[in-house]
């Protein structure tokens, strides 16, 4: 006998004795789980779900859980400062052995339900739970310090060429409020801000220092 169930999004033949890797389960090494989405119950009497089949289930033991092999994204994007990215990814999953194919009788069988590890389920549960410091953590946001406000008596930067109100913002955040400061940078200055601002070459090539020794003059 045979099954296809689903899980994670994806869907599997199994069969009772295959070892199974799916997406995390909340569910420890050693625990035994009930897979309920069966969409198909093969072998003499084969039975097709409408989407699924009812009282059928797929019995598991949890062995272990795992990761799976990393996968490497690359992009780079030639018109954009020929910009360059590598990030590396290795899926959690679990691995199962299929113990047992139920054709009917799931609901009796007393067996927990195979529940993902990022599942609106265990999403509810955790919203469920009580919350006692929700207060304490909504009174420590309101009383910090906003990092962004710019200084009493600072310049209005987005007088400066490409300068808008999100790129003021990272200014004030990197402790720049008036022209004057800009006007006095250094090349290293230059070298520095343009990492942390993540504008290669903007401040040159927009003529920012010169444009802030102009505007502090006035």
């Given at each position: 006998m045979f099954a296809v169930l689903k899980t994670g999004g994806k869907q599997y033949k199994v069969q009772s004795g295959d070892v199974l890797r799916v997406e995390k389960l909340a569910a420890d090494a050693g625990?035994?789980?009930?897979?309920?989405?069966?969409?198909?119950?093969?072998?003499?009497?084969?039975?097709?779900?409408?989407?699924?089949?009812?009282g059928a289930a797929v019995q598991?033991?949890?062995?272990?859980q795992i990761k799976g092999d990393k996968v490497i994204n690359f992009v780079k994007?030639?018109?954009?400062?020929s910009s360059k990215r590598t990030k590396g990814h290795r899926q959690q999953l679990t691995l199962l052995r299929i113990t047992e194919i139920l054709a009917s009788g799931a609901d009796a069988s007393g067996v927990k339900a195979a529940v993902g590890a990022g599942s609106?389920?265990?999403v509810a549960a955790?919203?469920?739970?009580p919350?006692?410091?929700?207060?304490?953590?909504?009174?420590?946001?309101?009383?910090?310090?906003?990092?962004?406000?710019?200084?009493?008596?600072?310049?209005?930067?987005?007088?400066?060429?490409?300068?808008?109100?999100?790129?003021?913002?990272?200014?004030?955040?990197?402790?720049?409020?008036?022209?004057?400061?800009?006007?006095?940078?250094?090349?290293?200055?230059?070298?520095?801000?343009?990492?942390?601002?993540?504008?290669?070459?903007?401040?040159?090539?927009?003529?920012?220092?010169?444009?802030?020794?102009?505007?502090?003059?006035?």
């Open positions: 625990e035994k789980v009930q897979f309920n989405e069966i969409l198909m119950v093969g072998g003499d009497s084969p039975v097709v779900g409408a989407p699924l089949v009812a598991a033991d949890v062995i272990d994007r030639r018109r954009k400062h609106v389920a265990g955790a919203a469920a739970a919350k006692k410091a929700a207060p304490k953590k909504a009174a420590a946001k309101a009383e910090a310090p906003k990092a962004a406000a710019p200084a009493a008596g600072g310049d209005d930067l987005k007088e400066l060429s490409g300068v808008g109100p999100a790129l003021e913002k990272k200014l004030h955040e990197n402790g720049v409020t008036t022209f004057a400061q800009i006007a006095a940078w250094t090349e290293a200055d230059v070298t520095e801000m343009d990492e942390k601002l993540s504008f290669k070459g903007r401040i040159e090539r927009e003529g920012w220092i010169a444009q802030a020794k102009e505007l502090a003059s006035k």
